[in-house]
């Protein structure tokens, strides 16, 4: 079993910043590639970034590249989404999600979630 647990959420105004942390324990961190996903009211869950196990590869959502940036330390079995320039339409529940593979992680087949942390972003 893995728990994540996410924070940072907050308000923010458009083109301001913010910091989500993933935080994990449980089985090796470090086993797993981690994905972010976000879910505005009356949407499906989306794809917003992935990051592998060791964290050398990335990936990112049309919408969300070149504002937003996945990271990760094992060593503190988290993993962090920096979000810059943030718009509106970036308002949304984001979660983070650890999955067996990058490419599971990039689809959404995670085998853990967390319980989400809520972004708001006003114009």
């Known amino acids: 079993q893995v728990q994540l647990v996410e924070a940072g959420g907050g308000l923010v105004q458009a083109g301001g910043s913010l910091r989500l942390s993933c935080a994990a324990s449980?089985?090796?961190?470090?086993?797993?590639?981690m994905g972010w996903f976000r879910q505005a009211p009356g949407k499906g869950r989306e794809f917003v970034a992935a990051?592998?196990?060791?964290?050398?590869?990335?990936s990112y959502a049309n919408s969300v590249k070149g504002r937003f940036t996945a990271t990760r330390v094992n060593a503190k079995n988290t993993v962090y989404l920096q979000m810059n320039s943030l718009k509106p339409e970036d308002t949304a529940v984001y979660y983070c999600?650890?999955?067996?593979?990058?490419?599971?992680?990039?689809?959404?087949?995670?085998?853990?979630w967390g319980q989400g942390t809520q972004v708001t972003v006003s114009s």
């Open positions: 449980g089985r090796t961190f470090s086993n797993y590639a």
């Open positions: 999600g650890a999955a067996g593979n990058y490419y599971k992680a990039q689809v959404g087949e995670c085998d853990y």
């Open positions: 990051i592998s196990w060791s964290g050398s590869s990335t």
